[in-house]
């Protein structure tokens, strides 16, 4: 027996964990921008509903899932992907009659595949996607992969690609299907044995086999695009001319299939050659169908990404560099009977907005400003009795070695201003005035393109009174008002 954490899985604190929120945070923002709700839906789904759905034919149903009894004899398995929950949900809910169409949906939560654990790949891992639902159309395809593209654009990503292919309509796919069979019949054994079961179940499949014998006979397998019908064509160069006239760079891959059954018409990865893959989605068809319903238009498109891949490549190119912008105020009480009086401090400043932190018991003034170095503090607040009596406290500016004594009694103002020269030093998001890039909430942006373009994906108008926490999770203030 083992108390270790399961292989395959692994825990999530400290740095890492504020970095997670931090691409959560980002993603969510994107999403609300172009008008999608959230979603949550169980991990645990009847087995059924990946079947049905994410399909026998793709090697994470066949092979992946974390399937079980329960004590009632029902099979469950725990998610190997969101996208099959939120059409079940929908269709469960009546979403479809109950909110306007299309229905857009985001979601971020943990997925399951059994997987050989690698860099980048879990057992569990977190999910972050999108999907947009009773809709068929080019510009919703479009739309979807400039979402994922200024997702991963506002997290820092640079010189990134979208791979797009075509699986056609559902007349294409059979046509197309029939080509592959006749093709890989006479090659299939001398090919895996997972190749054979793919042929049987879905040959589209095979396109995605990873060994090396087999994707040499992959490569002058037919094409998806030469068994088009007129209509699955012109959808698709539509699209194309969406994403050129949007300065979207793109490249058609005819191998590119994706792993789970239900795309039609596009489907697409988003890539950049120092990264590989970082994200993939598509267009799927009769998804509602599986589970029962009968909805006017049948389609949706989606995209999904996992956060730990993205950490570790934002990680590797530094690009959590700036975000944590640390505590902004650690108080500092000289003796144990001081304590309550920087617990009351605390809690006042923390609801004028700032982030404080202040010890439970007293500690040798050397301690407390290395715990205040480790958090990044920006200011210390110390008192002894003397100030306290006095209705005085010193206010040090951490970085600037600076320390003035200030009356308690307007120490917000004192704080306010003292923070506005932080910021403005700093190069703050409210732009003009900013030099370089640094927004505040911890990224880079293009002041040309304005202030709707923050990585966090909102507009931080100064003017309208934008304040507190930004959603992108860091503190920033406006003029005059903390
Ligand atoms: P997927 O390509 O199977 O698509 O997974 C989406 C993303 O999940 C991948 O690009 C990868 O980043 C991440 N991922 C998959 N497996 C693992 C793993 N074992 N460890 C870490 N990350 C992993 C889907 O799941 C579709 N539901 C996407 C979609 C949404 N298509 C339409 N709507």
Redesign the pocket.
């Known amino acids: 027996m083992s108390l270790n954490a399961v292989k395959g899985t692994h825990d999530i604190y400290a740095e890492e964990a504020k970095c997670y929120q931090y691409i959560k945070n980002v993603f969510q923002a994107v999403a609300e921008l172009y008008g999608y709700m959230p979603i949550e839906t169980p991990i645990l789904e009847h087995t059924e509903v990946f079947c049905r759905s994410t399909g026998e034919g793709s090697d994470?149903v066949r092979k992946e899932m974390y399937t079980f009894l329960d004590k009632g004899e029902r099979s469950l398995t725990l998610r190997p992907?969101?996208?099959a929950g939120v059409a079940r949900a929908i269709v469960e809910n009546k979403m479809l009659f109950n909110f306007d169409s299309p229905l857009k949906l985001y979601y971020v939560g943990p997925?399951f595949?059994y997987?050989r654990p690698q860099l980048?790949?879990?057992?569990q891992?977190i999910?972050a996607?999108v999907?947009n639902i009773g809709v068929d159309n080019a510009y919703a395809d479009a739309e979807t992969i400039a979402l994922a593209m200024r997702v991963l654009n506002y997290l820092g990503f640079k010189g990134l690609k979208v791979k797009v292919n075509t699986l056609g309509d559902k007349a294409s796919r059979d046509a197309y299907r029939e080509a592959l069979k006749k093709y890989f019949e006479p090659l299939l054994p001398n090919m895996c044995d997972d190749c054979k079961s793919r042929y049987e179940l879905n040959p589209l499949r095979i396109l995605d086999c990873k060994v090396k014998e087999d994707q040499e006979l992959v490569k002058n397998a037919p094409k998806s695009k030469d068994f088009l019908s007129e209509e699955a064509e012109d959808r698709f160069y539509k699209t194309l001319s969406i994403l050129s006239d949007e300065g979207i760079d793109y490249e058609i891959d005819d191998t590119l299939v994706?792993?789970?059954d239900y795309y039609g018409h596009i489907v697409f990865e988003v890539s950049g050659e120092e990264y590989g893959?970082?994200?993939?989605?598509?267009h799927?068809d009769n998804m509602l169908h599986n589970f029962g319903a009968k909805a006017e238009v049948d389609s949706g498109?989606?995209?999904?990404?996992?956060i730990?891949?993205i950490y570790s490549l934002m990680k590797d190119k530094g690009l959590f560099d700036n975000i944590d912008k640390g505590l902004d105020i650690y108080v500092m009480p000289l003796s144990e009977d001081l304590i309550e009086h920087g617990y009351i401090l605390s809690e006042q400043l923390r609801g004028l907005g700032y982030s404080v932190e202040s010890p439970y018991k007293a500690a040798k003034l050397g301690s407390l400003f290395k715990k205040a170095n480790r958090r990044k503090a920006k200011v210390a607040l110390i008192f002894g009795e003397d100030e306290i009596n006095n209705g005085k406290i010193q206010v040090k500016i951490l970085d600037r070695e600076e320390q003035i004594e200030a009356d308690l009694s307007t120490l917000d103002h004192t704080l306010n201003d003292i923070f506005n020269a932080i910021d403005s030093d700093d190069g703050c998001c409210c732009g003009d005035e900013c030099e370089g890039d640094d927004c505040c909430c911890g990224h880079h942006h293009d002041h040309e393109e304005g202030h709707g373009e923050h990585c966090c994906g909102h507009h931080h108008d100064h003017e309208e009174g934008h304040e507190g926490h930004c959603c992108c999770g860091h503190h920033h203030k406006d003029d005059g008002d903390n």
């Open positions: 994470v992907e969101i996208t997925a595949r997987e980048g790949r879990y057992r891992f999910q996607g999907e994706r792993g789970l893959a970082l994200l993939g989605g598509g799927y498109v989606g995209f999904a990404f996992g730990e891949r």
